[in-house]
């Protein structure tokens, strides 16, 4: 066993443990953007099941959970200047992504196995949609760990550290973060 898939594995229990602590501390109760009030329980842990299986933590490299790939896919999709169509595109992919894994398995996403969740990915991936809506998460998920932390990702530098990145300066403090300019 490969240590990716040992931390998977080992790591699924508690991640289905905390995922719910976690989707609820990482997206807060505060909504910018009414159309994000549409999402459900259900679509955040599946979006979460998905980030952490596209990117999962390992030793010494951060995974979407360190890098608050869920609070920066949330913070990105409550902000105003949000293209609703953006917004209904991740919330309708999160359904067919729902929809086909209980068609192929009669069990939610999230209850899937690390090699189930894999196989039906992949699957997934082959539908035109599906593989638009997995490479969007990707990106944003690319985008949490690049980003600068005051926009929700990338908490205490992490990604930067990791990848030795330097910021360039000034770097935009919270009162003048795009949006609000």
Do not use: C
Request: aromatic letters at 12%; hydrophobic letters at 40%; charged letters at 20%.
């Amino acid at each position: 066993m490969d240590r990716r898939d040992f931390l998977l594995t080992s790591g699924t229990g508690l991640t289905a443990f905390s995922i719910p602590f976690t989707v609820n501390a990482a997206i807060g109760d505060k909504l910018l953007y009414p159309e994000v009030e549409k999402f459900n329980q259900q679509d955040w842990l599946t979006i979460t099941a998905v980030q952490n299986h596209l990117f999962p933590s390992e030793d010494h490299v951060p995974g979407a959970l360190e890098i608050n790939a869920l609070r920066y896919l949330h913070n990105f999709l409550s902000n105003p200047a949000t293209d609703p169509v953006d917004i209904q595109f991740i919330l309708s992919g999160t359904h067919s992504l729902q929809q086909f894994a209980r068609q192929n398995h009669n069990i939610p996403f999230t209850q899937l196995s690390i090699n189930e969740r894999e196989q039906l990915l992949r699957k997934f991936e082959q539908q035109t949609d599906g593989r638009r809506w997995l490479t969007n998460i990707l990106n944003y998920i690319l985008e949490a760990l690049l980003t600068d932390p005051v926009y929700g990702g990338n908490p205490d530098q992490i990604g930067w550290k990791w990848l030795e990145h330097r910021a360039g300066e000034p770097r935009p403090p919270a009162n003048k973060r795009y949006w609000l300019l």
